[in-house]
């Protein structure tokens, strides 16, 4: 009697680290598989201590790991990474990319010449993966497929699958009774979470709520909660800068880097949640806000529109006025920003629950599978 084995998964990204989203959909996507049977391994160049219990160093893999052909490669792609596409170029495996997009690097110029140069570095990795044969493209949205598509993959060898997730995971975690206890009280709570970069638009996000405070209401924070890379420093002070000349320095707050606690406990505290996001391929502190039931105000950009799909305000053209008139709306009629927190809590359950997303993921690679089997 001959039994099929399952195929070996090995998961390729150049870093690992936690509390990343990245790092969380390689971690997720890898339970997820090893509870349907596969034998999967993660392999990465930069692993954090933290994440060494499931990952291991690239280089400790043998020359020939990669050549058998019943084998399923999955590649995660976001920046350039010289070693990982070679291995990328030359393996037997079956090549499934997880295209995370990559950050155009003019956002960098005059900022970070280092992250400028890794940018387009991952630009050009795109274009010439793009022309790899028989690769399934497993996109974290819409928007990261047509990337692709429009090097020349074919769409029907492109998916979407939204980023696995750690939301419940944080809904678990136990308030911050500090974070709590500043972010009460009247004034209203207007967050963003994501790392302190120019490609997340703080800047309009500022412009935007010195406007609402100038014509709706001063008892009013922005918060931008999210890591600040000391590389990027010149571009918080520019947003500091920005933020006093409008008058707004002292309601503008940069928390840095938070626990899970911590930003669990701000977004039970937040009563907006703001993108203005200039350049995203998913982004997935939208689905952790409309998880704890924050309604959202966000320009229509990149893949943004596709994320939210309809359970909150989007901009189709960017209107300071505008945007601010949203975020009123919706911090004067508590029966709409219920009604958006609702429909952005439907959401999740319905599209980026890990159960739906964990379908999602076996049925992809079950097809792939099933598909070489026949052949």
């Known amino acids: 009697m001959i039994v099929n084995r399952l195929p070996r998964v090995h998961i390729l990204t150049p870093s690992l680290v ?14 997820a598989l090893l509870c349907h049977g ?29 050549q058998s052909s019943e084998d399923i490669l999955i590649y995660h792609h ?3 990474w010289g070693s990982g596409q070679d291995i990328l170029f030359n ?22 010449i280092p992250y400028q140069q890794a940018c387009a570095a991952g630009q050009e990795g795109t274009e010439r993966i793009a022309h790899l044969r028989n690769m ?34 944080l809904g678990h975690e136990p308030f911050d009774i500090p974070t709590i206890q500043r972010y009460s009280g009247e ?35 922005l918060i931008f909660s999210g890591g600040i890379d000391d590389r990027l420093r010149n571009y918080v002070d520019d947003l500091r800068q920005l933020a006093a000349s409008l008058g707004v320095a002292s309601q ?17 505290a937040a009563d907006i949640f703001l993108c203005t996001s200039e350049h995203e391929g998913f982004c997935v ?17 990149t893949a943004v529109p596709e994320t939210i799909g309809g359970c909150g305000f989007v901009l189709e053209h960017w209107d300071e006025l505008q945007c601010a008139s949203y975020i009123a709306e919706l911090v004067n009629d508590t029966n709409l920003a219920t009604r958006f927190g609702d429909l952005g809590r439907k959401r999740y359950q319905q599209v980026f629950s890990p159960g739906v997303l964990q379908k999602q993921l076996f049925d992809i690679i079950t097809s792939l599978d099933e598909g070489t089997r026949s052949t």
């Not at 994501?194 to 924070?221: D, E, L, M, W």
């Open 285 to 301: 502190p939208l689905v952790e806000a409309m998880y704890f039931r924050v309604p959202i105000v966000a320009w229509g950009k």
């Open 91 to 112: 393996t037997n495996n079956r090549i499934v990319l997880r295209h995370h997009n990559v950050t155009p690097p003019q956002f960098f110029a005059g900022y970070s």
């Open 187 to 221: 004034t209203v709570n207007i967050v963003f979470v994501g790392g302190v970069k120019p490609n997340k638009g703080h800047a309009r996000a500022i412009r935007a709520f010195a406007v609402y405070c100038r014509h709706f209401n001063t008892r009013s924070q």
């Open 18 to 31: 936690p509390y990343d989203a990245i790092g969380n959909d390689v971690s997720q996507m890898r339970d």
């Open 252 to 268: 503008v707050v940069f928390t840095g880097s938070v626990t899970g606690s911590q930003l669990k406990s701000l977004y039970v």
């Open 136 to 169: 399934l493209v497993l996109g974290d949205s819409t928007f990261n497929c047509d990337d692709l598509i429009a090097l020349g993959v074919p769409p029907e060898n492109c998916r979407v699958l939204a980023p696995l997730h750690l939301t419940e995971e």
């Open 78 to 80: 976001s920046m350039g």
């Open 38 to 66: 596969y034998s999967v391994t993660v392999f990465a160049e930069g692993i954090h201590p933290q994440c060494t219990p499931i990952a291991k160093p690239v280089s400790t893999a043998p020359a020939d790991y990669w």
